[in-house]
């Protein structure tokens, strides 16, 4: 007989030091009330970038995470295989990040928790925050996508007449979460018929 558990699915979220803290913070919110654990792992340079980009404070950010794991505890549950998870999101996912993923060559928690992923063939979504591009970006892209991960640089969607940047941000964490077969709420979904524009008054 199959062994069945009642645990929540788990998700691992991880912020790096990349602009774009928004994501990941609006990540963790959208998770929060989604019935799935989130595992969270911050970066010190994404404590950095947090204070820089945004009013929150770390503490802040752990509050909305059901787990907070320190950035350099390799012992923790996520990065072993043997904790089941549905896989893992990055966001935003800075270059360092990604080319440590990439090499299979990982220091701390976030790339080894995205190694484990990768090796137990779970989804993996790295929201990478980086332009213009030199080759050896897009040779490490091209790695992490042979080796099973999703990048998912977070492009806005103008077909859907974001109004706001939290339109935008939240469409495409929308759209991510689609990926986990999560439904958010936060996407306006492409039916084939255009919106034409409202007359001008005369």
């Given at each position: 007989m199959k062994a069945t558990s009642s645990h929540k699915p788990r998700i691992i979220v991880g912020i790096t030091g990349a602009s774009g803290a928004v994501y990941g913070v609006r990540l963790l919110e959208l998770l929060k009330d989604s019935g799935v654990e989130t595992h969270l792992v911050m970066s010190r340079a994404a404590q950095i970038t947090l204070a820089y980009e945004t009013s929150f404070k770390v503490a802040d950010i752990e509050r909305l995470a059901s787990v907070v794991h320190p950035y350099n505890d390799i012992a923790a549950s996520c990065s072993s295989g043997s904790f089941k998870t549905m896989g893992m999101i990055i966001a935003p996912c800075s270059i360092k990040t990604m080319s440590e993923i990439a090499s299979g060559v990982t220091s701390n928690l976030i790339s080894r928790s995205a190694d484990v992923v990768l090796k137990e063939r779970r989804r993996l979504v790295l929201?990478?925050?980086?332009?213009?591009?030199?080759i050896g970006h897009i040779r490490s892209m091209a790695s992490v996508t042979e080796a099973?991960?999703?990048?998912?640089?977070?492009?806005?969607?103008?077909?859907?007449?974001?109004?706001?940047?939290?339109?935008?941000?939240?469409?495409?964490?929308?759209?991510?979460?689609?990926?986990?077969?999560?439904?958010?709420?936060?996407?306006?979904?492409?039916s084939g018929e255009k919106v034409r524009p409202s007359a001008k008054k005369k």
């Open positions: 929201l990478l925050r980086e332009t213009p591009l030199h099973g991960a999703i990048v998912y640089p977070p492009v806005p969607a103008f077909y859907a007449m974001p109004k706001t940047l939290a339109d935008m941000v939240d469409h495409t964490l929308g759209r991510v979460l689609d990926l986990f077969d999560i439904e958010a709420g936060t996407v306006r979904r492409w």
